[in-house]
């Protein structure tokens, strides 16, 4: 569909991001500049926003505002997770869909996300392109993890990175500083892919990393892991920096937490241990080494510390957005807007679009071959895949020593 | 003592902050500036250092390495926790430490830590007083805690505040972007001082902060906790953000951590749960509302996160090292560089010395009429002290988008 005048409608979905925002700032600034372009629409709360009617105007916002998105981090509008089911069982939600968008005569549609939201996209793209409603639909990518088939790398995951890497290095600082033993194990995101615990690495290659890295990629064994912990304590003046992914799994593909969880551990109401498989290891190495043991889980921070977000994922990911309402409205859909690294020594992206089927279905993990050390260190080929990705300061404003984040005033579209 | 020519020694102990090697940089810089100092020698791990001789020479450094030390977090010399005995019961260490101290003809010593490192620092200062030694000696006070007497604030809590309440904001924003019920429970650093915990309010003045704050100041019950956050939830769309310091007690003065401790959590071992207090009360809360529950450990990086220290607190005390050697070198001894605030609406402070004694015995904590809403909330008061601190962003060095910290060549003194 090319040509047609409509609504342009946005929505945020899966887990938030430190620069998920910027692609909102591209997808809105360009929309509102675009002459096809009739009204843009903001979802509050992913596709449940528009299964509910509840839709912000963002021409009403302040354009200062939406530039400050840019470093704003989290989801403004609020993110779902809902999985629609396939039009063939129960094309309820897909109706409705419909009905929303023919009332508000939306006819660009833009879902920003991961995985899981390129699926629903592609759904929607399908349903709708198959009842007849003209409209494109074209998916943001976004994730820390980094899995996303089909592009260089996702927007959000190199401001995680560099926050893992950045904070890393100062852990190693901390974690040395006394004259005894200590072994600290650090937990980074990632259910299935390695991206995020492999950035540990970044810190490696600056002298101030981990000794011990483990990724969900390759089979973890709790007694090889003590060992390795011993080891290094040993040739190390006792001390030892252990990082590993939170989705670590045994050979059988039980996640490690699982498995440690219920050995054992119960809190006070007889509910298994709740807290990281980093503690629970940590715990394990106390026991068996008897040295002071610290464990660390970067939690939330990582997927949401703006203040050390990469300028060049600010910059990409804000144009991914505004790329993707170029696409729609030259007339692409059922796409996917990803990265293509351009040959040659300098970092250079060309931005491209993917058929979105081929983005819902597949995850990208770390290639095995940069898995070395025995499964627990990690090759130059990552530092080289991932350093250029978080160069640049991204330009936080700051009001009284804090960040100023964007202030939206979310004005509701009337029903 | 005044005008004798001497080595100047410098040692730093207790918990590492952001901005400890500051204040070693000042010293330096100012040592090795002046003209009755003969060398610069920096003990490796604290009083240990100087009890081994392990003694680095600091006039091997390159300058440009020693001006990076401002934005380098940790103890670059290494820390100890060691408690020196009385004179009176013990004096092999004091022995010791005089033949050091003559040995390489030290006649300014200065110890950079908090309460207890200033302790130690009184009973050399006393000890070598008495033996006729003729030194001056001068505390340089740090510690995140701020809970040192006789100063407005102390060298490093204003770079850890900052990081709490930078922090706080972002996962505020990350914590409420679904639509469902979620819990966050945060646990910040203090052992006995709530001033850090405090900080969270700091966020809450950008209007992206804590609900209910619980400092050790005030005895804590579980009970109470977990009907302050249901009311929260309440009204507040089933959401509760709660910062809660490590350090919270029962009316008896049992910390709550080893009270929940007790009370059943067992690792696969039969230890007791080692998590923090925030994971044990973020467990309970979920059992008590079936809300998803997320808790949040800010760990070693509130305090050594110099990627986000506060300026004014690295210029401050960097400023505060070099005052201790210009004191030291003008006859001073036997003083701990303090900070008073000057009246007026405009932040100034002026540097001070107060008497080691003063500072070495004394706990200073938040004043109870700053802590409000029945224990859950913090005045307006703590954000009219505390907002001065955290202005600026440190000048942190980039080296391929990582921070360049200090490399010291660390030249091994010949014993």
């Known amino acids: 569909m090319k040509g047609l005048k409509g609504a342009l409608m946005f929505a945020q979905s899966g887990g938030p991001t430190s620069v998920i925002n910027a692609s909102a700032a591209g997808v809105f600034i360009e929309g509102l500049n675009s002459e096809l372009i009739t009204a843009v629409y903001g979802a509050a ?24 998105l840019k470093n704003t981090p989290s989801s403004a509008l609020g993110s779902v997770r809902y999985k629609l089911k396939d039009a063939s069982v129960d094309d ?13 005569n939306v006819r660009y549609f833009f879902y920003n996300g991961g995985n899981d939201s390129m699926d629903t996209c592609n759904k929607i793209s399908k349903y709708m392109a198959n009842s007849g409603y003209e409209m494109n639909v074209i998916g943001v990518p976004k994730t820390i993890d980094n899995d996303l088939f089909g592009t260089d790398h996702c927007p959000g995951f190199a401001s995680a990175a560099k926050y893992i890497a950045t904070t890393i290095m100062e852990i190693n600082l901390d974690a040395k500083v006394y004259d005894t033993g200590m072994i600290c194990v650090i937990e980074v995101m990632g259910r299935n892919a390695g991206w995020l615990t492999a950035a540990a690495s970044l810190a490696n290659a600056k002298g101030l990393g981990a000794d011990l890295i483990y990724l969900p990629e390759i089979p973890f064994d709790v007694e090889k892991f003590v060992k390795d912990v011993k080891e290094v304590c040993k040739n190390n003046n006792n001390k030892c920096i252990a990082v590993v992914s939170e989705g670590i799994k045994d050979k059988n593909g039980v996640l490690i937490g699982e498995v440690l969880g219920q050995a054992g551990a119960r809190d006070s109401f007889g509910h298994a241990q709740l807290g990281g498989v980093g503690a629970m290891l940590s715990n394990i190495v106390k026991a068996e080494t008897g040295f002071k043991t610290r464990s660390v889980e970067l939690s939330l921070m990582q997927r949401c510390a703006a203040h050390c977000a990469s300028k060049t994922d600010v910059e990409e990911t804000f144009e991914a957005g505004k790329i993707a309402v170029r696409a729609a409205v030259s007339g692409e859909t059922d796409k996917m807007v990803c990265y293509e690294r351009k040959a040659g020594d300098k970092y250079e992206i060309e931005y491209k679009l993917l058929p979105l089927e081929l983005a819902a279905n597949t995850e990208k993990t770390v290639p095995l071959e940069w898995i070395i050390n025995n499964g627990t260190g990690i090759s130059e080929e990552f530092v080289k895949y991932a350093l250029p990705l978080i160069q640049g300061e991204a330009e936080l404003e700051k009001e009284d020593g804090l960040p100023r ?10 029903k």
């Open 92 to 104: 309820t939600d897909y109706k409705r869909l419909l009905e929303v968008f023919k009332k508000y």
């Open 45 to 68: 709360h992913g596709i449940r926003g528009i299964l509910n009617e509840d839709l912000y105007d963002m021409s009403k916002e302040d354009i200062k505002e939406l530039e400050r």
């Open 405 to 414: 984040f964007a202030r939206l005033n979310k004005v509701k579209v009337e």
